[in-house]
């Protein structure tokens, strides 16, 4: 028996689903989309009778919740979303060719640039990116200085008054050995990053107000580089659970060090004249962390 095909989902359908789910209201998606109400009534009705399941519900008061089955669909709904803007705006936007610098701490180019460089390099293959690795408060200065035109950089070391856009946010860890027992030694011995790392000084004032007695046993220029000696079993570190190499772990909640506060990646742009292949990467970049964000809690 041949079985029907199934429908293909609108995204125009998604879109003020995801819009009524974020406002939990029918007239601010209604505003934002420039429709009326009733017609985004409609399309969440048509965005229902497609799946064959109810995805909203009205509680008391007129509140807007999402049913289960539509918590399943607003990750999925927002990286479909994400990937089918990033379509678009590839098939859409004139050939571009030319140079764009791009500044990036040293962690976060091996943990989250790779694939957006790739897929970057496939839909802008006449565009040459430079990129620099280097500390944030460095990059800041290059920044300030003219030297690159868009730069990663870790939440805090952002100059006063300069446009930033948040990438991600998430959580800091101690990092500790899979195989040694540093974080158990009296005082903690340290492998921190230099003295204007957002990161250090988080770690040093989580151990000071838990008046755990530590010592800063090896320095380096970058974040990368304070994995050698943890490695080795001679200190723990700080960072975020985004790509750490074999051999290291982060460490629990019980095992007695404080607790460490969120971060966040920003992206800066170059106060001087907009260039289209810089704005381009800096879009693509943006949409990049949109859709792996999504990606993460669909996984989750």
């Known amino acids: 028996m041949t079985m029907a095909p199934l429908q293909a989902l609108d995204p125009e359908l998604l879109r ?4 009524i789910a974020d ?6 998606a209604a ?18 009778d497609v799946l064959g399941q109810r995805v909203l519900s009205r509680g008391k008061g007129g509140s807007i919740d999402l049913t289960p089955h ?7 709904a927002r990286e479909i979303l994400a990937l089918n803007d990033e379509v678009l705006a590839t098939f859409r936007s004139p050939q571009l060719a030319g140079t764009v610098r791009l500044g990036t701490p040293d962690d976060y180019a091996l943990s989250h640039l790779p694939p957006i460089l790739q897929r970057f390099a496939e839909t802008h293959p006449a565009v040459q990116v430079d990129v620099l690795c280097a500390s944030s408060t460095d990059l800041v200065e290059r920044l300030k200085a003219g030297e690159l035109d868009l730069t990663l950089v870790s939440a805090g070391n952002e100059p006063r008054d300069w446009p930033s856009v948040s990438l991600w946010r998430g959580k800091l860890s101690w990092i500790t050995s899979l195989r040694y027992a540093p974080h158990r030694q009296d005082p903690l011995p340290l492998a ?3 003295q204007d790392c957002s990161w250090r000084e988080a770690a040093l004032a989580a151990l000071d107000k838990a008046g755990r007695r530590y010592r800063v046993a090896y320095l380096s220029g970058t974040q990368v580089g304070t994995h050698a000696p943890v490695l080795a079993g001679l200190a723990v570190t700080v960072c975020a659970i985004t790509a750490l190499p074999a051999g290291l772990r982060p460490m629990r909640p019980d095992e007695g060090l404080p607790s460490l506060p969120d971060f966040g990646i920003l992206m800066l742009k170059a106060r001087g004249p907009q260039q289209p ?4 990467l800096a879009e693509h970049i943006e949409a990049s962390f949109r859709m792996d964000h999504a990606s993460n809690v669909s996984a989750a």
């Open 16 to 19: 003020a689903f995801v819009l």
């Open 23 to 28: 406002g939990h209201s029918f007239t601010q």
């Open 31 to 48: 505003l934002r989309i420039g429709r009326t109400q009733s017609a985004v009534s409609m399309q969440v009705k048509r965005l229902e």
């Open 70 to 76: 539509g918590r399943y669909l607003l990750s999925r």
């Open 192 to 194: 921190l990053a230099h």
């Open 277 to 280: 292949v810089a704005d381009a």
